[in-house]
T-cell receptor, first 110, second 114 residues
């Protein structure tokens, strides 16, 4: 069974640009979660999508947004990139209580 | 507010010795508790969970964890450490009201020396 997949692996942008990160959950999972792992800040919850709807949002500004498609894959969009957005962005999906994570997208903002 | 604390930034242990990585939590009601491991430049791998029932839960790679409600702790243990266990370990909690999000501790680096 394939795990959670994320693309791209690495993404380099400049300040002010937009970044789009993609995630495909494990087959059969309808929920997708996004987390940010920034140096010194640990793992922080960003967004939760289920059945195409945003169910919960972490303490991040509105320039962090996303969507979930009918096939349950998801996009995370970060607008007006700032230097402090540089982080590993992790996506997860789950059938029950535990979440299974993808390998992450390393976003570097120059 | 819900929170998770991992009081040790790093734990050093010799190969073959038992290891413990500590975690305490603060959440109202009955939490769901989890341990994850992260290897360099990789995502998080699920190790084990406590939902209800027996306070000692067993997980992947020989790891186990003990839930202690009175001390609000969920320490990760392994009877005999391997060099390959060296990694970053995260404790996480999720409230039983389904907000979806996991709240993570700051992580503990485990270093197992030969």
């Amino acid at each position: 069974e394939a795990g959670v997949t994320q693309s791209p692996t690495h993404l380099i942008k400049t300040r002010g640009q937009q970044a789009t990160l993609r995630c495909s959950p494990i087959s059969g999972h309808t929920s997708v979660y996004w987390y940010q792992q920034a140096l010194g800040l640990g793992l922080q919850f960003l967004l939760w999508y289920d059945e195409g709807e945003e169910r919960n949002r972490g303490n991040f500004p509105p320039r962090f947004s996303g969507r979930q498609f009918p096939n349950y894959s998801s996009e995370l969009n970060v607008n007006a990139l700032e230097l402090e957005d540089s982080a590993l962005y992790l996506c997860a999906s789950n059938p029950f209580q535990e979440q299974f994570f993808g390998p992450g997208t390393r976003l570097t903002v120059l | 507010a819900q929170s998770v604390a991992q009081p040790e930034d790093q734990v050093n242990v010799a190969e073959g010795n038992p290891l413990t990585v500590k975690c305490t939590y603060s959440v109202s009601g009955n939490p769901y508790l989890f341990w994850y491991v992260q290897y360099p430049n990789r995502g998080l791998q699920f190790l084990l969970k406590y939902i209800t029932g027996d306070n000692l839960v067993k997980g992947s790679y020989g790891f186990e964890a003990e839930f202690n409600k009175s001390q609000t702790s969920f320490h990760l243990k392994k009877p005999s450490a391997l060099v390959s266990d060296s990694a970053l370990y995260f404790c996480a909690v999720r409230h039983t009201s389904n907000t979806g999000k996991l709240i993570f501790g700051q992580g503990t680096t485990l270093q197992v020396k030969p």
